[in-house]
């Protein structure tokens, strides 16, 4: 589906919500807490030594409609600006990848098996469009369940790797040994993304309520051609925050 399909979509809903018998707006906002990673962590990666979350806020609408104020079950739709992202650092053995470093003839790059110490920081802005199906049991929660595309529109994958060497080509190439050596991926990710979210919300004030959403990316961040790195990354963050309805 693209934005035009979709925002056909988003006027279409918008069109049938407005003739119906109860119709909320919503305003979120939250922080983004989670990585890009992997789903299970490759062999290659052999410790963990550090994570820490980027500073990362969501900020959205949220129009939603029920067919009478006393459904439970309604639907849902939004637009969202979300900044994704984290630091780890890590040990790592064999791992591919493609490293730049400098000396004083130049910069050299090398793809190959690296193993050593790797630190990658992530930061990334989004504009998200979710899609759910809710329910609202009682007048104090509020529970949702459905999918999202998002557009990147700033990219941001580097990091440095030391304490090593690289095998350059393969596992069986010429040692190369690197103290420290840079890699920046950004220009090398996908500007589309895909998943499923879902999540709660509890009512703490008349118009105001805290919650919590999970949203796991199913498209991976990188086009299957990338050589950065032989598996696949994808986006999986919780957002906490609160809602207030306009």
């Known amino acids: 589906m693209n934005i035009r399909i979709f925002i056909i979509f988003l006027a279409a809903f918008i069109a049938t919500g407005a003739q119906a018998q109860h119709l909320e707006h919503r305003i979120q906002a ?24 980027e500073f990362c806020p969501s900020l959205g609408y949220e129009l939603s409609w029920r067919p009478t104020k006393a459904s439970e079950w309604g639907a849902a739709v939004g637009v969202k ?12 053995m064999y791992f591919h990848t493609m490293i730049t470093m400098e000396d004083g003839s130049g910069k050299s ?16 802005a989004y504009v998200s469009f979710p ?23 700033s990219a941001n994958f580097y990091g440095n790797v030391s ?14 040994n690197v103290s420290e050596a840079s890699f920046d991926f950004g220009t ?14 509890r009512r703490v004030g008349k118009k105001l309520r ?3 959403n999970l949203s796991w990316g199913l498209r991976p961040v990188f086009p299957s051609d990338f050589r950065g790195m ?17």
């Open 188 to 201: 090398d990710m996908r500007r589309f993304d895909a998943g499923l979210q879902g999540g709660a919300e």
């Open 131 to 153: 899609i759910s199906a809710t329910y609202t049991p009682n007048d104090n929660w509020r529970l949702h369940l459905g999918g999202y595309m998002a557009w990147l529109f």
């Open 30 to 53: 939250g922080f983004n807490i989670g990585a890009t990673a992997p789903v299970g962590l490759p062999n290659t990666i052999r410790k963990i030594n550090s994570y820490r979350p």
């Open 109 to 124: 790059e090398f793809e190959g098996a690296f193993t050593g110490k790797n630190k990658t920081t992530v930061r990334n």
């Open 163 to 176: 304490d090593g060497y690289i095998r350059n080509g393969s596992s069986l190439g010429e040692k190369v």
């Open 81 to 92: 600006l979300d900044y994704k992202g984290m630091t780890t650092k890590d040990e790592v």
């Open 210 to 212: 805290v919650m919590g």
């Open 230 to 246: 032989d598996f696949p990354m994808y986006n999986i963050f919780v957002t906490l925050g609160v809602t207030y309805r306009i």
